[in-house]
């Protein structure tokens, strides 16, 4: 298909037939044009058949009832009725316009048709020759066929004619050579008409392989930009280590909640995670260890909330969730799940007398409240007294200052 790139000014791509050089990109040229080529195909073989038919008509005038007559009757009557036989095949079967055994054959059975009629009609050479040059115009112009069998055809009907004016209606040398240079001007003429329109035809689909080619590198180019453009967009909003929500994207998440907790008149309840002891397990164990506790613990987040909260990363070991239409009972089920996921989870690198346990701290978005700060506060006040209750327990914030633990 790279050929097709060729230059649609530059001819280099194209042979002496004003084809592709490259035999694929000739084979797919020629299928896309296989529907143009069999219509034209069949309005040609309709107009000679019809054009055989008529002439038969005039033989009569000319011969009366003979021998003759009754030849070239049967001769056209044969050439019409093979030319509509190709056209009926032609619009079942397109793929026959670009076979050269049907074109050809009807070549050969129109121009046997129509040299068979001059010895036998006895119209003036300028009749004759007038003939001739239409029917060479007809094989350049209105027959699909190549190039070379164009010239093949064309040769054949100006050697039969010369030959038989030679035998059968003897011209004055004069009258013989002016008769032979118009019909090789004609051909001539025909010959550099056809290898135009070919090289033209051929020029423009070049060029339009050359835009689908441009046109797919600029789609493949747009999918990438676009690919990129997202890649960056989770980047800019996903948590590297976690996978998680960072905490720039947290909040405006949260934020749309809030918003929409203050129409509906709903619930919206905050939760501050804290893994237990995490600085002194990444002290002792690297922070390759300390990773993929993260990790895992953010893992376990996400396997108990609902698909309508979120979660995200809010610094260090430290996660924050956003429960939507939850009630402090709801988060508080939510968040015994989670405290009891982590406390059974068993990690070769954490050693049993040690063993992973977070803190969780729960507060509710107070009615007339506008922003999240007040609810975060007191969940991380909630957090922190839990970590002084000595960890591995679920407190809830409460409206007064005293609150309520759900401890291991």
């Not at 004003?18 to 040229?29: G, K």
């Not at 001059?118 to 040059?133: E, F, H, N, W």
């Not at 009615?367 to 407190?395: F, H, I, S």
């Amino acid at each position: 298909m790279a050929a097709g790139k060729t230059d649609a000014g530059d001819s280099a791509g194209l042979n002496w037939r004003a084809e592709f050089q490259d035999s694929a990109v000739e084979a797919l040229f020629r299928r896309t044009m296989q529907a143009h080529d069999a219509c034209q195909m069949r309005y040609a073989l309709w107009v000679a058949a019809g054009l055989f038919l008529a002439f038969g008509l005039t033989d009569y005038g000319l011969l009366g009832f003979g021998n003759a007559f009754f030849v070239l009757i049967a001769t056209r009557t044969s050439v019409a009725l093979a030319c509509i036989l190709l056209a009926l095949s032609l619009r079942k079967r397109p793929a026959l316009a670009q076979r050269p055994l049907p074109i050809n054959l009807i070549c050969l059975l129109g121009i046997s048709g129509l040299l068979l009629a001059l010895p036998l009609r006895p119209d003036t050479p300028g009749i004759q020759l007038a003939s001739m040059v239409a029917a060479s115009m007809g094989l350049y112009l209105f027959v699909p066929n190549r190039l070379p069998w164009m010239l093949i055809w064309n040769a054949y009907l100006v050697t039969g004619f010369v030959t038989l004016m030679l035998l059968w209606a003897p011209l004055p040398g004069a009258l013989l050579a002016t008769s032979l240079l118009l019909l090789g001007f004609v051909n001539l003429l025909g010959w550099m008409t056809v290898k135009r329109l070919t090289q033209l035809q051929r020029e423009q689909f070049a060029s339009l392989l050359e835009e689908r080619a441009i046109n797919r590198q600029l789609q493949a180019e747009i999918e990438e930009r676009s690919q990129l453009e997202e890649r960056l967009r989770h980047m800019a909003c996903t948590d590297d280590l976690t996978g998680i929500a960072n905490r720039r994207r947290f909040f405006e998440l949260a934020e749309r909640e809030l918003r929409r907790s203050r129409r509906d008149g709903s619930q919206l309840v905050l939760c501050m995670v804290d893994i237990d002891l995490f600085k002194s397990l990444n002290d002792r164990h690297g922070h390759a260890i300390g990773d993929i506790v993260l990790t895992t613990v953010a893992g376990c987040c996400q396997s108990v909330l609902r698909e309508t909260d979120i979660i995200g990363r809010y610094g260090g070991e430290e996660f924050v969730i956003a429960l939507p239409q939850a009630n402090l009972h709801t988060a508080t089920s939510i968040a015994e799940r989670l405290r009891e996921r982590v406390a059974s989870l068993s990690l070769p690198m954490v050693p049993e007398r040690n063993p992973l346990s977070v803190t969780v701290g729960i507060s509710r978005v107070e009615p007339g409240e506008t922003r999240l700060d007040p609810a975060l506060l007191r969940a991380d006040q909630a957090l922190y007294d839990g970590k002084a209750r000595g960890r591995n327990c679920v407190m809830v914030a409460r409206h007064g200052p005293s609150l309520a633990a759900v401890e291991a």
